[in-house]
DNA sequence: CTGTTCTCCTATTATAATGATATGAAAGAT
DNA sequence: ATCTTTCATATCATTATAATAGGAGAACAG
C-alpha cells in the first residue's frame, strides 16, 4: 500500500510553489530541475493538480505554475485526491457493489477506519505546512532557488 | 493506494478461523468455499500468514488451520504487515537511502504521520474483532458453516 | 500398508498499474 | 516572428498483482 511517485513528486512541487506564492508563477522546467526530475512527467503531474483546480497556469514566456488558492487553503487531502484517487484502502468501501458479502463483512469496518485516520492526517495538513519546513530547513538560502 | 486482495481474503479467513478456535483445524478448502476463492489462491494467502506465525497448520486429514494465538492476541497489524508489507506509504521512511533530498525533505513527516496513523487503527484492532462483528451478524446462524 | 486428505513448494501465466518518455500543437509574451 | 511555455495524446518499459497449475510429501484412518 504505497503512494505513487506522482504524489511524492507533486507535494514537493506544491511545496515549492508554496514559496512564490502568489509572487510568480515557476515553468515546470524549473521544478523539474530542482527535483531532478524529467520535464514532461512533471508536467504529466501538474497538469493533474490543475484539472483538480489546484494549481493554475500560465503560458508563454515568464508564464507556469502557481497555486490556486493560498498555500493554508490547500490540504493534503485534496492533494492526495487529485494525484492518488480515493483514500478508501479498498474500492467496496465506497462502492458496495464489488464485494459479494458487503452486509456482513467483518473487515469492512476496519478499512473505513483506517479511510478516516488518513483523511485526517491528510486534511489537518496543508502546503503551507510544507512550505514552512523548506523554509526553516539547514539548506534554505544555499539553494540557487531564487523567489 | 490500495489493499492487495491478499490482505482482504486472509483479512476474512482469520476472521472465520476466530470461529473455530480452539476446537479444530479448517482446511483451506472449506474456507475457499465459504468466500467463493480458488482454493490454490487461498492456500498461498494462508502459506504467508504461517510464515509469520499467525496461523498453524496440520496436515492429513481433519487438518488444516487454526490461529496459532487466541484471537485477541492477533492484532491486524500483523496481519497486515504478513500479508501487505509495511504500513509506510513510501519506501523512504523506512530506507532513507532511497530519497534524493532526504534530510531537508519536506513532505517526508506527512508520510511518517500517515504511517503513524495507519499503525494506530490496525495496532487497535484484533482478530476477536472480526470475529465478533461474524457473530453477531444477520446471516450468522442461517450458515452452514459449523463450528 | 494403502488410500485419502490435506499442506506445502515452486513455477508459470495473465492482467493491470505505474513510471517514464516522446512528439508536436496551441497559446502567450516581447 | 520567435521564443517560451503549457497542453494533449500516444507510446513504451517495467513492475506488481492476481490467479492458476502440478505435484511432492506429511498425517491419519481403515
Ligand atoms: S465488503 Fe469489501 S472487503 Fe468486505
Ligand atoms: S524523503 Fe522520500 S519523499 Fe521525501
Not at 1 to 16: D, H, P, Q, V
Given at each position: 500500500m504505497e503512494i505513487s511517485t506522482k504524489l511524492r513528486y507533486g507535494a514537493r512541487a506544491l511545496a515549492e510553489l508554496g514559496l512564490t506564492y502568489p509572487k510568480r508563477p515557476v515553468p515546470a522546467r524549473e521544478l523539474a530541475e530542482q527535483q531532478g526530475l524529467s520535464v514532461k512527467y512533471l508536467e504529466h503531474i501538474l497538469s493533474a493538480l490543475k484539472a483538480a483546480g489546484i494549481v493554475n497556469s500560465k503560458r508563454g514566456m515568464s508564464g507556469g505554475y502557481e497555486l490556486a488558492r493560498s498555500p493554508e487553503q490547500i490540504t493534503m487531502k485534496a492533494v492526495f485526491n487529485a494525484l492518488?484517487?480515493?483514500?478508501?484502502?479498498?474500492?467496496c468501501v465506497e462502492?458496495?457493489?464489488?464485494?459479494?458479502q458487503y452486509d456482513d463483512c467483518p473487515t469492512r469496518p476496519v478499512w473505513e477506519e483506517l479511510r478516516d485516520s488518513i483523511d485526517g492526517v491528510l486534511g489537518s495538513t496543508t502546503i503551507a505546512d510544507l512550505t514552512e519546513r523548506i523554509r526553516s530547513s539547514a539548506k534554505y538560502g544555499k539553494t540557487t532557488y531564487q523567489i
Amino acid at each position: 500500500m504505497e503512494i505513487s511517485t506522482k504524489l511524492r513528486y507533486g507535494a514537493r512541487a506544491l511545496a515549492e510553489l508554496g514559496l512564490t506564492y502568489p509572487k510568480r508563477p515557476v515553468p515546470a522546467r524549473e521544478l523539474a530541475e530542482q527535483q531532478g526530475l524529467s520535464v514532461k512527467y512533471l508536467e504529466h503531474i501538474l497538469s493533474a493538480l490543475k484539472a483538480a483546480g489546484i494549481v493554475n497556469s500560465k503560458r508563454g514566456m515568464s508564464g507556469g505554475y502557481e497555486l490556486a488558492r493560498s498555500p493554508e487553503q490547500i490540504t493534503m487531502k485534496a492533494v492526495f485526491n487529485a494525484l492518488e484517487g480515493s483514500t478508501a484502502p479498498v474500492k467496496c468501501v465506497e462502492n458496495p457493489e464489488i464485494c459479494s458479502q458487503y452486509d456482513d463483512c467483518p473487515t469492512r469496518p476496519v478499512w473505513e477506519e483506517l479511510r478516516d485516520s488518513i483523511d485526517g492526517v491528510l486534511g489537518s495538513t496543508t502546503i503551507a505546512d510544507l512550505t514552512e519546513r523548506i523554509r526553516s530547513s539547514a539548506k534554505y538560502g544555499k539553494t540557487t532557488y531564487q523567489i
